[in-house]
């Protein structure tokens, strides 16, 4: 879609509930000694609050623990005041805010995608990509993205990192999408190029590596349909067209597709085209994480400032509470 003439539905995205000082009271996200307060999901909370605009969260399967970047404030502002929160295992807190920005350091601006290479984590943070130590959240890389407006999500490939660029910018309307669609490339080396800039990937948000297919999974929030991409290709090619406005995706097993939609606040599978609903009533659900020795997703809902934990769907689609 040629940008000039869509608008983020989330206009303005001041995220009224972020960047006002509040603080959570004891027993919200804040207190990791607290007894959550909703319904378990495979011996964890089902939801944690007390986030300020979660955007991405990651499951690191190696230290047992959960990542969740905070924007806090306005997605496209350069403003300093971004962290990412830290997880138990189970989704109750060990540190809402374990790398802050102007700590230690460390620089975060809207941090969002997060992916993990070696001991590396990786934040997407508007035209930069930063990295940090895992194990002890100190800042380790700042790779600068020439010509980037709006670093979303961050995957692995067999030969770097690949970040997707939605093309949005702020404006008198709020937040809108005028392009470039691009993914880029960061080589091991860390030389950035533009890896594809096509219009077909409209606004592109989360993306996925799919080791199977030797391609990555690409879904799109100014769009419906859902991508693969080869690296070396100027083209996509469409998997199935969904409700649009997505936002996460991952992989299951099977070669099933795990996705969020702000069009209508659900999660759900895409499978040889076919699109299965997996869970409803997730606002504003942005990029989510699989921990499969739980079998639990977690969904950060940005506007919400919460993440919920949802059961995994079992093979052939049966959508889960």
């Not at 102007?102 to 290479?117: E, F, I, Y």
């Not at 130590?133 to 980037?148: D, F, L, M, S, W």
């Not at 880029?184 to 190029?193: C, E, F, S």
């Amino acid at each position: 879609m040629n940008g000039s003439g869509w608008i983020l539905t989330i206009a303005a995205l001041t995220l009224t509930a972020c960047g006002r000082g509040e603080h959570p009271a004891p027993g919200s996200a804040t207190d990791s000694t607290a007894a959550p307060k909703d319904s378990t999901v495979a011996s964890g909370p089902s939801k944690v609050e007390g986030f300020e605009g979660p955007e991405s969260a990651k499951y690191d399967a190696d230290l047992d623990v959960w990542y969740v970047s905070n924007v806090n404030g306005t997605p496209v502002a350069k403003d300093g005041n971004g962290y990412l929160s830290r997880l138990k295992g189970d989704g109750t807190v060990d540190s809402l805010k374990w790398i802050v920005s102007g700590t230690n350091g460390v620089t975060l601006d809207a941090p969002k995608g997060l992916a993990l290479q070696g001991d590396t984590l990786w934040v997407a943070d508007i035209t930069n990509v930063r990295g940090f130590n895992r194990r002890t959240g100190a800042p380790v890389a700042t790779i600068a993205v020439k010509g980037a407006k709006f670093l979303n999500d961050v995957a692995v490939g067999p030969d770097g990192l690949y970040i997707t660029d939605s093309g949005l910018e702020g404006s008198a309307k709020g937040i809108e999408h005028t392009g470039p669609d691009r993914i880029y490339h960061i080589a091991p080396n860390r030389k950035v190029t533009t890896a594809i800039d096509s219009e077909s990937l409209a606004g592109p948000n989360g993306i996925a590596w799919d080791a199977a297919g030797n391609r990555f999974i690409v879904v799109s929030f100014a769009g419906p349909v859902v991508r693969a991409w080869s690296p070396g290709s100027k083209t996509t090619t469409a998997l199935g067209t969904t409700k649009g406005q997505l936002d996460g995706v991952e992989l299951l097993d099977g070669g099933r597709l795990l996705i969020t939609s702000w069009a209508d606040s659900s999660l759900f599978t895409l499978e040889n085209g076919t699109v299965t609903p997996v869970s409803g009533g997730l606002p504003s659900p942005a990029d989510i994480g699989v921990d499969s020795k739980r079998g639990r997703v977690a969904v950060p809902l940005l506007l919400e400032n919460r993440v919920e934990f949802r059961a995994l769907p079992a093979s052939g689609g049966a959508a889960q509470p």
